[in-house]
């Protein structure tokens, strides 16, 4: 076997375990047991524990910005982002919603990813921060800023960005975390999705 597979397949096997036991619950022997090696194989590919964790985070981010990638969601650069936005049209853009919402609900790694930072957020200072930054500051902080450049160029009415990033981001986070264990009412969720954005257009378009 590869050595970048066995790397894959721990840094799966961990993130499955990880998101049902906790950081804590789930030790390197039985990382090892789910990839199918021993402990001291294991440790050929990552030095501790926290090592794996890391591996998981950076393997994350890079599945993220694949995703973006693929989903075609206008992303770099707050002013070429901006100027993106303002060619598509309002079913682009709850497309492009649906589609984030639905990769966070559904996509397996990802899916996994936010229940583990959300378990270990109150136990661990570096799952914690990373909850905080990934699936709280830097998108409503971005948004934030989009919305800014976006009332600069007189797409949208002049108010408090921030407050404006809160408004679209929040009802987002508050559906995924509220369908997250009703898969059977996916088709509800995404219709919430789809209203709230075709509001949210109503109340601060120019």
Do not use: W
């Amino acid at each position: 076997m590869k050595v970048m597979d066995t790397k894959g397949i721990i840094i799966n096997e961990a993130l499955t375990l990880f998101s049902k036991k906790g950081y804590d619950g789930a030790s390197v022997r039985d990382i090892a047991a789910a990839v199918g090696i021993k402990a001291a194989s294991l440790y050929k590919h990552f030095s501790s524990k926290e090592d794996i964790f890391d591996g998981i985070l950076d393997e994350m981010s890079k599945r993220y910005n694949d995703a973006i990638q693929r989903m075609q969601v206008p992303s770099g650069e707050v002013q070429s982002v901006a100027d993106e936005y303002m060619q598509i049209t309002q079913e682009t853009l709850v497309k492009i919603a649906t589609n984030l919402f639905l990769y966070f609900l559904k996509d397996d790694f990802a899916a996994k990813f936010r229940r583990l930072l959300t378990i270990e957020q109150f136990r661990s200072s570096k799952a914690g921060s990373m909850f905080q930054d990934f699936f709280l500051d830097s998108p409503i902080n971005f948004q934030s800023e989009l919305f800014k450049k976006m009332m600069e160029n007189g797409t949208f009415k002049k108010c408090d960005p921030y407050i404006m990033a809160m408004h679209f981001y929040a009802p987002i986070f508050v559906l995924l975390n509220k369908y997250d264990r009703l898969p059977e009412k996916e088709e509800e969720a995404i219709q919430y999705i789809s209203k709230h954005v075709i509001q949210f257009s109503k109340i601060y378009s120019m």
